[in-house]
């Protein structure tokens, strides 16, 4: 008795929950948690107004969302010729004609009502209408998208090299579909691309170095010594990103950023060469993501920017006599600049994620004067994010 108790105890604390919603059959969207699993025959649901959770089976909603990730669809595999089972598939393509579903390790194919799993032996049932066709036995699922995909003649070279895995099978559907109906989006691809837009805001603090590298025209300010290094001063930063969804990990977040860049380096007994410039930054980074279990989101992402400089207080203060006309220092109205970060977001309410962000980032083809220098700048703060669903 006490062993049974303690193996219950066990199995309640091995499920995941996380987050999601539901479809039901009036077309209702309803929030809250679910628990995952590796396949669904049916799925566990508590809503956050509800105190228990509720079992729904295939019949009882039409599709449920995991994290705004993954989506999984009613549907009906074959057992064998004569018998199917009603489950819940992950939704890979969603298009008309053609859907590919997933269910466990399996993967099935959806055209006109009929469904078709795609295997690399011989089932033992095998439908009457491709019992005509050249279907070679170790790639049947080969025969199965030929057959299917007759009605468009491009797709036959396309489909002979085509891979019993889900990039490939994603791909040879998609161009599929699209070869039948070209302006034609499906539902699930809008699904996809949009239920994870988000917002963002950021800000923090930024330490900022920069180095002189040489004068590249002759009577060009000369600091002593080759390439004078500057000191960081801890400036602030703000800004926000708009990240749209391009898969389940990757995403595109144009992004517009106010910054404040201060260095500082002394030469010449008591001179000092300042650097500080204000200005917008346009960014344009791709970001990968990674799902965690703890409702987390890891992400690692690179990118380029295009810095507008807004207000320049560049100068030497208390300048040689030699250097007086550079007692106010040129700088380029704009720059590039290349960046990389990392953040971690924790979900605090059902369209919230708040987290850390750090970041590092090469500013180039500055001008002082007729010098050129670098600037080098990391920066940590904190960062929150709202799901546009």
Known sequence: MVFVILCSFTLKAQKVVVEGYIITLQGDSLRGQIVEKPTFTEVEFKQASDSESRLYKPDDIKLFCIENLKTFAQMEIPLDSSTTQKVFGEMLVWGEPMTLFKFGNSFYVRKDSKVELLNKIESKYQREEFETQDINVNKRYV????????????????????????????KIIE?????????????????????????????????????????????????????????SVTTLYFGGSFNLKINQHFSFNPELNFFRRKSYADFEQSSTINLDISGIQIGIPIQYNWLMKNKATFSLYGGFGFQIIANNKSGIDNPPRKYQEYALIDVSDSELSLFGGAQMLFKVGKKASLGLECRYEYSFRHTLNINLFNMYSLSIGPKIKFDLQ
Do not use: H, W
Not at 146 to 167: G, I, P, T
Not at 187 to 203: G, H, P, Y
């Open 143 to 170: 025969g199965i998208l030929n057959y299917l995909m007759l009605d468009c003649s491009k797709m036959k070279s396309k489909v002979n090299n085509v891979q019993l895995a889900e990039k490939s099978l994603i």
């Open 175 to 231: 161009e599929y579909n699209d070869c039948i109906n070209p302006d034609k989006v499906g539902a699930n691809e809008v699904s996809r691309k949009t239920s994870s837009n988000s917002i963002a805001f950021r800000a923090g603090l930024m330490a900022t170095d920069a180095k002189v590298l040489y004068p590249y025209k002759p009577g060009g300010l000369y600091f002593p010594g080759y390439g004078l290094n500057f000191k």
